[in-house]
C-alpha cells in the first residue's frame, strides 16, 4: 500500500521559511509526477506545486516565486522549499503522486500531512 509520510511543518512568523519533506513508500517513484496540495481550515484542498519526472514545475499563483518544489529520486521523497511566508499560507500540507493532463488528479489515498502556521 502507497504511503505518503509529510514532515517538517511547524510554527513561523511572516517573512520566515520552512522546509518540507514528504517520504513515499511508492514503486518506480522516479518515474511519477509530485504534487504538494494544502487545505486550510473550512477550504477545499488546492494545488500548490507540481513536479515531474523529468523536473518540469509548475506552481499556484499565489505561491509563485516563494515556493520551490524538488524530489530525491533515491529518496523516493519530494520537498517544498516555502519562504516568505504569510498568514495565509498556513494550512495542512498534503503531497501525492499526481497525473497532469489538462487538470492535475491526484492518484493515491492521503498521508497524516504535516500542520503549516504563520502567524502575523
Known amino acids: 500500500q502507497v504511503q505518503f509520510v509529510e514532515s517538517g511543518g511547524g510554527l513561523v512568523q511572516a517573512g520566515g521559511s520552512l522546509r518540507l519533506s514528504c517520504a513515499a513508500s511508492l514503486s518506480r517513484f522516479s518515474i511519477n509526477a509530485m504534487g504538494w496540495y494544502r487545505q486550510a481550515p473550512d477550504k477545499q484542498r488546492e494545488l500548490v506545486a507540481t513536479i515531474t519526472s523529468s523536473g518540469t514545475t509548475n506552481y499556484a499563483g499565489s505561491v509563485k516565486g516563494r515556493f520551490t518544489i524538488s524530489r530525491d529520486n533515491v529518496k523516493n521523497t519530494v520537498y517544498l522549499q516555502m519562504n516568505s511566508l504569510k498568514p495565509e499560507d498556513t494550512a495542512v500540507y498534503y503531497c501525492?503522486?499526481?497525473?497532469?493532463?489538462?487538470?492535475?488528479?491526484?492518484?493515491?489515498?492521503w498521508g497524516q500531512g504535516t500542520q503549516v502556521t504563520v502567524s502575523s
Open positions: 501525492n503522486a499526481v497525473m497532469i493532463t489538462v487538470t492535475t488528479t491526484p492518484l493515491r489515498s
